[in-house]
């Protein structure tokens, strides 16, 4: 499987901006799919994710209520909303595909994407 996410950008805090993760192969819908990120100096962390059929998400505290995960297995993309954004939310965001929510939510996964760049300015 491979994952390219696309999307990130400069903004203001306050704003929105939406990452895609386009993926490959034919078995799309049968991975969890996650978002995590990487801020300068900080480690990893998980951001959301989503089941197989998309009926089922999971967010971090940080970010409950701002974002959104959502899938579309026709296109083999999943996407992060993100909404009224803060400077905190800086960092390098990476997709992720896993056959188990488990591996997401414990920070792993089988799969990761290169990351797009996120940067909110105050």
């Known amino acids: 499987v491979q994952l390219q996410a696309s999307g990130g950008g400069l903004v203001q805090a306050g704003g929105s901006l939406r990452l895609s993760c386009a993926t490959s192969?034919?078995?799309?819908?049968?991975?969890?799919m996650g978002w995590f990120r990487q801020a300068p100096g900080k480690e990893r962390e998980f951001v959301a994710a989503?089941?197989?059929?998309?009926?089922?998400?999971y967010y971090a505290d940080s970010v409950k209520g701002r974002f959104t995960i959502s899938r579309d297995n026709a296109k083999n993309t999943v996407y992060l909303q993100m909404n009224s954004l803060k400077p905190e939310d800086t960092a390098v965001y990476y997709c992720?595909?896993?056959?188990?929510?488990?591996?997401?939510?414990?920070?792993?996964?089988?799969?990761w994407g290169q990351g797009t760049l996120v940067t909110v300015s105050s």
């Open positions: 992720a595909a896993a056959k188990t929510f488990g591996t997401l939510v414990r920070g792993t996964s089988d799969y």
């Open positions: 192969g034919r078995t799309f819908s049968s991975y969890y």
């Open positions: 989503i089941s197989g059929s998309g009926g089922s998400a």
